[in-house]
């Protein structure tokens, strides 16, 4: 085995000699390659009890480091997979690959997502490992062009194939199910027995190896693989039962003395009923995944650009940066970019779920895919490809699909077991009927009744081999394994249409269990947009103007709001250069600007510089913050010299946002920075009882840890950079989407117009689909409990169990589709 390391601190060939004899000293290491010019090492291991931290310690001992690398993560479209045992296979594939850190397979979104530790190892050799087991793999991309037509096409193949196979399996299936009934239930004897029977195997073999050859080829994949799928149950199911045909035609022939009953007809029976299962379940987890569809549509296939000041329409894979297209009325925004010129009216219910379009003007940001309904635009191309904001929600549903909720831990241990439990089983139920059968009659006896399929006429070995198949015919591992993913699948694709994303499945369960929501105040409960309402002036030796002048310069060097806000309210236009500035965190900035030391923020900022603050400093900030505005000091030099009222008004949404939480039975908790008589203000205003003001940014983090210690299950919402630790921290981090990239990448739950109210929408949508899953589970659950018992005492005729597992599979499929139509 071979593993590549990134060694940092070598400066020349004596440092690579160094780093080449301490690993090479290593026990379990029989060759250490290391380069300079790469900065790499490759350390071939002759054991397996060489670890990382081993070769890391090796390194720094010899003066060096180990850099470890980010952990790469690749998507693959799986081809092949017929049920959970496929899935289970194709995954333990990949994860016995050297290199490979962890490996989801996905049943019904077809994919895999692997994380690799190890960046030398090729996709390649993935694939190929992966292909020898009999499934195929492809590397998925946002940058392929006609992603939509492929997976339509993808889709259509599938359907069409699952189709041909159920027809040609019903053509030869259905004339025997005919003649069998008109044989054995009415008495009328159409040709001889012996022609019966051959016509029997015949057909059922024709079934078997003709459109049932691909359940036949998956069932002798996952043995050798040693990881038996359902296809296995139904392989040996089916083959048994046609086996059974020769050996009465055996005996009729005079070949063989003992008669047996021929099950041939039930095998064809068996495996026409599993392909037109096969087949309606293809067509509702295709159905199921309509979000991504959906999604798809809307990438435009052109654009209309700038060239050379000529309008030329352009095939959308042709665009680049920076270029200027022109969008008008009724036409897609082809890219995300920035408004250069004119003015329009854009629909953006693809992004937020919302109706009403919003005006856009110069300097305003527009989104691939939203429609302008009205004015013509010109907008210069910001993000294309895999970074477009369409592509970032695609790869984020697409990644919510493919993972995993803690529920489904218990059911993907069943399932890795189920097969060779249910083959145990049957072989129990076989031995039991054939040394017991005599004893176990009366049961048969008592149900006929009441069971009209039952058969009491059957000798002994061919009734244990009748209880035995149906057993093995009617265990269902696939609900079981399909009754969370298809949930989710439902579920994210209505969160992506409703302006809900959820990038990981475990936030659908956690939020089920979270006690306290905890907001943060500015950009999430309010607009996020600060102003300055009142600029008080104290300084009587310094000119009002001059303090404006120096302030401006200063704070214009800074991104806070705040500061922003200052800059805005005194004007920007003659600015002295800065020098010295500083920005404290929490608390304001300093900075030297035409030869005076100014420093702008908080009393806590004033404190820890010894700025001294007067009386009436101190009163007029106090009545200031009594009406709510958050109060920001000027001092030049030493000496307080102004005083800025700021105020940031609620979102509208806020206040009945809410007061729906509390009337969900959550608590509710606001976290900010500002100061304590602003924030108790705002939090009586809508109704929040317990508030921590005046906390900086690296303590948001520590109150979400406090209140975890206590007991609380915490959601966390917040929108800026200074919420991402407590975003991580929180069991579930909810960002608002307009917030910045690292906020939303420390979510697991994304609100993409930032609107406080889908909160409640996303809240209604994870209890709605973790609500189906629990339902799924129940009844692929239920539905294995009580039937495989009914079958294993005879009361089961095979090829309604073979009906009854597809109709499994398809309820627990069906039950998720039946998610689009709850309101959210």
Not at 40 to 64: H, L, P, Q, Y
Not at 157 to 166: H, P, Q, Y
Not at 705 to 717: H, P, R, T, W, Y
Not at 726 to 733: E, K, N
């Amino acid at each position: 085995m071979k593993k590549t390391y990134i060694i940092t601190g070598m400066h020349c060939a004596g440092c690579t000699n160094s780093v080449k004899k301490v690993i090479e000293k290593i026990d379990g290491v029989s060759s250490a390659d290391v380069q300079l010019t790469t900065e790499k090492a490759v350390v071939e291991f002759s054991g397996n009890g060489v670890d990382d931290i081993t070769i890391e310690e090796a390194v720094e001992r010899a003066g060096f480091s180990v850099e470890k690398p980010k952990k790469k993560t690749v998507t693959f479209l799986v081809g092949g997979m017929h049920c959970t045992g496929c899935s289970s296979s194709v995954e333990k594939t990949i994860q016995s690959i050297d290199g490979v850190s962890s490996a989801n397979v996905n049943l019904a979104t077809e994919t895999a997502v692997v994380e690799l530790d190890d960046h030398s190892l090729s996709e390649e050799e993935i694939i190929k490992r992966v292909e020898v087991t009999g499934y195929s793999l492809k590397k998925k991309s946002a940058n392929e062009p006609n992603r939509l037509e492929e997976k339509r096409k993808r889709d259509s193949e599938k359907f069409e194939s699952a189709r041909k196979k159920m027809v040609q399996s019903w053509v030869v299936t259905i004339p025997l199910m005919v003649w069998m009934f008109v044989d054995m239930v009415l008495g009328i004897h159409l040709t001889s027995h012996l022609v019966m029977e051959i016509a029997m195997t015949a057909g059922a073999a024709y079934v078997i190896a003709g459109p049932g050859y691909t359940t036949i080829l998956s069932a002798i994949r996952s043995s050798r693989v040693l990881s038996p799928n359902m296809d296995v149950l139904i392989a040996i199911g089916t083959v048994a039962s046609l086996i059974t045909g020769f050996v009465a035609l055996g005996h009729e022939l005079g070949l063989i003395e003992s008669p047996f009953y021929s099950f041939a007809g039930i095998a064809a029976m068996i495996m026409a009923f599993h392909l037109t299962g096969r087949y309606i379940e293809t067509k509702a987890r295709g159905s199921a995944s309509d979000a991504i569809t959906k999604l798809l549509t809307l990438e435009a296939k052109s654009a209309r650009v700038i060239i050379n000041g000529k309008e030329e329409e352009i095939d959308i894979k042709n665009l680049n940066v920076n270029d200027v297209m022109i969008i008008r009325p009724g036409e897609k925004v082809p890219a995300d970019g920035t408004v250069v010129d004119g003015k329009g009216s854009i629909d953006e219910a693809m992004i937020t779920g919302e109706s009403m379009p919003v005006v856009k003007e110069k300097g305003d940001q527009v989104v691939g895919g939203t429609i302008n309904t009205e004015g013509t635009i010109r907008v210069q191309v910001k993000e294309i490809g895999e970074n477009s904001f369409l592509n970032r929600i695609i790869a984020m549903v697409e990644e919510a699909q493919g993972s995993k909720v803690p529920i489904q831990e218990f059911a993907d241990k069943v399932t890795a077991v189920f097969v060779p439990v249910i083959l145990l089983l049957s072989l129990f139920t076989f031995l039991m009927w054939w040394f017991f059968g005599d004893s176990l009659q009366p049961l048969l006896t008592m149900a006929e009744p009441y069971i009209p399929w039952i058969i009491t006429d059957l000798n002994t070995l061919s009734q244990a081999f009748f209880a035995s198949l149906a057993v093995l015919v009617i265990a269902c591992p696939c609900a079981l394994g399909l009754a969370t993913p298809t949930a989710l699948m439902v579920g994210t694709g209505m969160g992506a249409e409703n302006g809900i994303l959820i990038r990981k499945g475990e936030a659908i369960q956690r939020l089920q269990e979270v006690t306290t929501f905890v907001f943060d105040k500015t950009g999430t409960l309010t607009k996020g947009e600060p102003e300055v309402t009142e600029w008080i002036h104290l300084g009587k030796s310094e000119a009002e103007d001059e303090v404006k002048r120096v302030a401006s310069s200063v704070e214009n060097l800074s991104e806070h709001p705040i500061s922003k806000a200052i800059t805005n309210y005194v004007g920007a236009d003659e600015l002295y250069e800065t020098d010295e500035f500083t920005s404290y965190t929490g608390m304001g900035v300093t900075g030297k600007a035409n030869g005076r030391n100014l420093t702008a923020g908080n009393r806590a900022l004033m404190n820890h510089l010894g700025h001294h603050i007067s009386d009436e400093a101190q009163e007029r900030a106090g009545k200031l913050s009594g009406k709510g505005y958050t109060t920001i000091f000027i001092a030049i030099d030493d000496d307080v010299v102004a005083i800025a009222a700021i105020s940031d008004s609620l979102k509208p949404q806020s206040k009945e946002m809410i007061t729906k939480i509390h009337q969900m039975a959550y608590k509710s908790v606001m976290l900010t920075g500002d100061q304590e008589e602003v924030a108790k203000q705002i939090a009586d205003e809508i109704g929040i009882k317990k508030v921590f003001a005046g906390i900086k940014p690296d303590e948001k983090a520590n109150i979400i840890k406090k209140l975890q210690n206590d007991g609380e299950i915490v959601a966390m919402v917040g929108d800026g950079v200074n919420d991402a630790p407590a975003l991580t921290q929180a069991d579930v981090g909810i960002a608002l989407g307009t917030g910045t990239d690292i906020a939303i990448e420390s979510g697991s739950i994304i609100l993409v117009d930032g609107n406080p109210e889908v909160i409640i929408r996303a809240v209604n949508l994870s209890r709605q689909t973790f609500k189906k899953i629990k339902q799924n589970l129940f009844w692929a659950f239920f539905y294995n409990v009580v039937m495989i018992p009914v079958a294993v005492i005879g009361w089961m005729h095979p090829v309604l169990a073979e009906a009854a597992m597809a109709m499994s599979s398809i309820n627990v499929v069906g039950n998720s589709k039946r998610l689009t139509n709850k309101k959210i």
